[in-house]
């Protein structure tokens, strides 16, 4: 049973930072991908960033420059570190993870954009930036 467990969010003014971390039990692969998305009120689920176990990584053009994501292998837990953050970047953050039993793309190619590459989802972290 995969469990992903998102924390870190939180309320911070414009400017600020915030370290996000997802710990995933039962997912323990040695291939693997994993992602952050986020969805605002009002609008579709998007993804932010996704990291592939040969360390390749994608990001939205939005937050280029400003987040980070990486993964422990040894603690089984992915970041997303977000700095210089601004309001619209305000939204429940989700972490998913893809089958690793099942084909699933590279960290760098465009269906790792896809909500439905990813089959397991957490619940979410809120993050509310202010002006």
Not at 36 to 62: H, I, L, N
């Amino acid at each position: 049973q995969v469990q992903l467990v998102e924390s870190g969010g939180g309320s911070v003014q414009a400017g600020g930072s915030l370290r996000l971390s997802c710990a995933a039990s039962g997912y323990t692969s040695s291939r693997h991908l994993m992602g952050w998305f986020r969805q605002a009120p009002g609008r579709e689920r998007a993804v932010v960033a996704s990291v592939d176990s040969d360390g390749r990584t994608s990001y939205a053009d939005s937050v280029k420059g400003r987040f980070t994501i990486s993964k422990d292998n040894a603690k089984n837990t992915l970041y997303l570190q977000m700095n210089s953050l601004k309001p619209e970047d305000t939204a429940m953050y989700y972490c998913a993870a893809a089958r690793p039993d099942r084909w699933f793309p590279r960290a760098d190619s465009p269906l790792a954009r896809w909500a439905s590459t990813y089959h397991y989802w957490g619940q979410g972290t809120q993050v509310t930036v202010s002006s």
